[in-house]
């Protein structure tokens, strides 16, 4: 597989940058502070799981009645006006067995607190969700730890998360598989890399793959719902935050890692990484690497063609912590390449083939993040930074083309800046957060089917999350957020000065919660919010080929004249309902989401429907699909159901449908919507070692609309299992069996297409779903 040259650097903005890192040092430093450094009374400490993971959210307090504190997103606690003399420690989180420890406040130093799981497990605080850490919940949230990611193995983030409640997948083939949050897709999903948007354009059409591999992420939170209150435009259905520990915020002295290694049958993967932490009493390094090579994909009955993929995937960081001060920077690379399946084309003696089986997508992204958490000691009690900038570059063509043959290159930088002001509680409200963020992206698109202009984006936004206490067991959450967006478009060959628009939107986001604990183990959130989405540039000007996706793509606004594609804005009500005891957990979801102005994509005839389009408008028989805008309603739910039936064994059944209407006309459905779907899964766990399978049924989807193919309902068997080869857990094997019975079947969200014979534009299908695949994976942590 040929790689590509970069024909240019990535430079970084380094002087404003540091100036920026020196003022917010100076505000965090003691000059500014009331009370410098740790004093006698003060205890100061770091909850974690066994997996090293922070644990956000536990409750620390010193035994019987005396002082508090809840550990914040990076398990970090402060408790305040501790006796004199040895005091008993007490530490619980729902989920985690409960930990008391004797300390003295004037000895104990920075406290480490590794709390282990209980029996069924209940996500942590999603701070993705509560930027508070406050521990309620107004919407439906998961979250993952490093083990359960490693049991989800998969090549793609889509597939890791396909079929866990209310997450499904949209498929062009394993690479580039995304993950879908009820039934909102694309430019509606925000992908995250520890809180900060990625800078690679994932979002914006099938073929585009999210830039981290799986094994370098060590935490997932997910969001099922508007979160456009918190990450703005293109969270309108929920967010995805991939957290990592490439800017190392927990070690221990000395050094300490992990190697992993991973192979899989349906398409001859292979993966390995590795990961290094050296620490310090104050300063941690860290190192990573990935490397992954798959090739075609099979079916039950046949190799997808051109489905290859290779990733290589590496990182480094530094975390400091002080007294008053917790913060890290880190740098990272990844490139990512992968074929395009083939797709039909008519020849000139008018039958339809096979062609290009060896287009390729290669993608190059640098990225480079900085964070700092600052304890203030006065009402601005602490104060978070994060700062991110990439530089994404993608190609899409043939391989070994030189440059100037290339069918597309989309040149990506994006700046992004967030800053977090967590107050103390004042008046009626608990402790709170003021936040501002600014957001720049800067878009080129070139090459021979370079079939939208490119953009320059600027967004500035200030928000605020507070909570208010109405008794003890029950308590309100009010936000707000004002967004200004500007958007330019840039020229290119295809589009010149004369089609060049300018554009800016004031955006106003808001949310509105409850949530009530009525006893031990019982909780109840619901939120209403409002959230909206900027229409991208590919949606209002596409006018022509898309080679990567083999389709002509055409925008609602082509041509200068046409009606604005005006920007979505949804209302969202979500309500959930939590039990949890020892051995049994309950959690049942219902949404209701009404969006102004949705976007979605028609499919037109084959010579889309006589329009003409700028760019490589010679291709035959190609795919055609135009963008249009509609009123829409989509609602549904999720129950998942967890017990233990012994001390060993476990089951999970969990169940989740979606359905989505147009407002306008007939009230079609709207397009690519998930079928209902359930699995049972059962798990046996020795200890050491541990076996699980899994049944899932998925219906048939025939709730479509006039231009879209309906699939037939199928089940499919899964086993898994893990076993530690020495007592101490640092050796771990464990193995995957998906499609045990190397089911023959399609999903409805993949996108990947074929003509089989005989061949013609009438008889269109999809490709079969991958077979029988048997992973295998061995880790080492030392």
């Excluded at 730890?145 to 998969?154: A, P």
């Excluded at 009493?281 to 039950?300: H, K, L, N, Q, W």
């Excluded at 999350?465 to 200004?484: K, M, N, S």
Aim: net charge negative.
């Amino acid at each position: 597989m040929l790689k590509h040259a970069v024909r240019s650097r990535f430079p970084i903005h380094a002087g404003r940058l540091l100036a920026l890192l020196a003022f917010l040092l100076l505000l965090g430093s003691p000059i500014g502070a009331q009370t410098p450094g740790s004093e006698p009374g003060t205890l100061r400490g770091q909850v974690l799981g066994t997996d090293g993971s922070p644990i956000s959210s536990a409750t620390v307090r010193v035994l019987p009645d005396g002082p508090g504190a809840l550990s914040d997103g990076a398990g970090r606690f402060t408790v305040r006006d501790v006796p004199s003399g040895s005091v008993q420690l007490r530490v619980e989180r729902l989920g985690f067995r409960s930990q008391e420890l004797s300390v003295d406040a004037a000895t104990a130093g920075t406290l480490e607190i590794v709390l282990e799981t209980s029996p069924i497990a209940v996500e942590g605080v999603v701070t993705t969700a509560t930027p508070t850490g406050s521990g309620a919940s107004y919407q439906a949230v998961q979250a993952f730890n490093t083990e359960e990611l490693r049991r989800l193995s998969g090549t793609s983030l889509g597939e890791m998360l396909d079929g866990q409640p209310g997450l499904s997948s949209r498929s062009f083939g394993s690479a580039t598989a995304r993950p879908i949050i009820r039934g909102f897709d694309g430019e509606r999903l925000l992908v995250l890399e520890n809180g900060e948007r990625m800078g690679d354009i994932q979002q914006t059409a099938p073929d585009h793959a999210i830039t981290l591999d799986p094994m370098a992420m060590d935490r997932l939170e997910v969001v099922r719902g508007p979160a456009s209150l918190l990450y703005g435009s293109s969270a309108l259905g929920g967010v995805v935050n991939i957290l990592n520990r490439d800017a190392p915020d927990a070690w221990s002295p000395g050094l300490q890692g992990g190697v992993s290694m991973q192979g899989a049958s349906m398409n001859e993967l292979r993966a390995a990484s590795g990961r290094l932490i050296h620490g310090w009493d104050r300063i941690g390094v860290s190192g990573r690497f990935t490397y992954r090579e798959a090739g075609d994909g099979r079916t039950p009955t046949e190799l997808i063609p051109n489905s290859q993929s290779q990733t290589l995937s590496t990182a480094f960081g530094v975390g400091v912590r002080t007294n008053s001060f917790q913060g890290g920077w880190s740098v990272s690379y990844h490139d990512n390449d992968y074929g395009v399946p083939e797709f039909g084309v008519e020849t000139e003696d008018g039958e339809f083939v096979e062609a290009q089986p060896d287009m390729e997508v290669r993608i190059d992204r640098f990225n480079t993040q900085a964070r700092g958490t600052w304890e203030l000691d006065r009402w601005i009690e602490a104060m978070d930074f994060r700062t991110t900038f990439s530089r994404s570059l993608q190609e899409e063509g043939e391989p070994g083309v030189p440059a100037e043959l290339l069918e597309l290159e989309i040149d990506t930088r994006l700046s992004s800046s967030t800053v977090l002001l967590r107050h103390r509680p004042t008046g009626i409200l608990d402790q709170g957060v003021v936040g501002f963020n600014f957001l720049r992206k800067d878009q080129g698109v070139e090459g021979l089917e370079a079939y939208f202009p490119g953009e320059v984006l600027t967004s500035v936004a200030a928000y605020t999350f507070q909570e208010i206490p109405l008794g003890l067991r029950t308590r309100l959450q009010l936000g707000g957020r004002l967004e200004q967006e500007w958007l330019e478009t840039r020229t290119n060959q295809f589009f010149g000065s004369t089609d060049m628009r300018e554009d800016n939107e004031l955006q106003v986001s808001w949310s509105v919660g409850l949530n009530f604990q009525p006893a031990a183990g019982v909780e109840v959130g619901t939120q209403l919010a409002r959230a909206h989405r900027n229409p991208t540039v590919l949606e209002r000007y596409a006018n022509g080929w898309h080679a990567g996706a083999t389709r002509v793509e055409l925008g609602a606004t082509r041509e200068p004249g046409d009606p604005r594609l005006a920007s979505e804005v949804g209302h969202g009500l979500d309500l959930f309902t939590r039990f949890s005891s020892e051995r049994l957990r309950l959690e049942l979801a219902g949404f209701y989401n009404r969006i102004d102005n949705y976007v979605a994509l028609e499919t037109l005839p084959a010579d889309c429907g006589g329009i003409e389009y700028r760019v490589r408008a010679d291709r035959e028989f190609p795919a055609c699909v135009q963008f249009f805008s509609a009123d829409a309603e989509m609602m549904g739910g999720e129950a998942t159901l967890d017990v233990l039936l012994t001390d060993e064994i476990r089951a999970r059944v969990v169940s989740d449908f979606v359905r989505g209407t147009r407002r306008d006309g007939d009230q079609d459905p709207l397009p690519f919507i998930p079928p209902f779907r359930t699995s049972l899964e059962l798990e046996r766990d020795w200890g050491r070692a541990s076996l699980g399978g899994t049944f899932r049924f998925v219906n048939s989807q025939s709730r479509v609309p006039d231009d879209e193919l309906p699939t037939n309902s199928y089940t499919l068997m899964a086993l898994n299992g893990t076993w530690a080869v020495d007592p101490q857990g640092q050796h771990r094997i464990s193995f995957t069996v998906d499609n045990l019975l190397d089911t023959s079947y399609q999903d409805h969200l993949s996108v990947v297409r074929r003509f089989p014979a005989p061949v013609s534009p009438d008889n269109p299908a999809r490709f079969e779903m991958p077979g029988r695949n048997i992973t295998v994976s061995y880790r080492w942590m030392f």
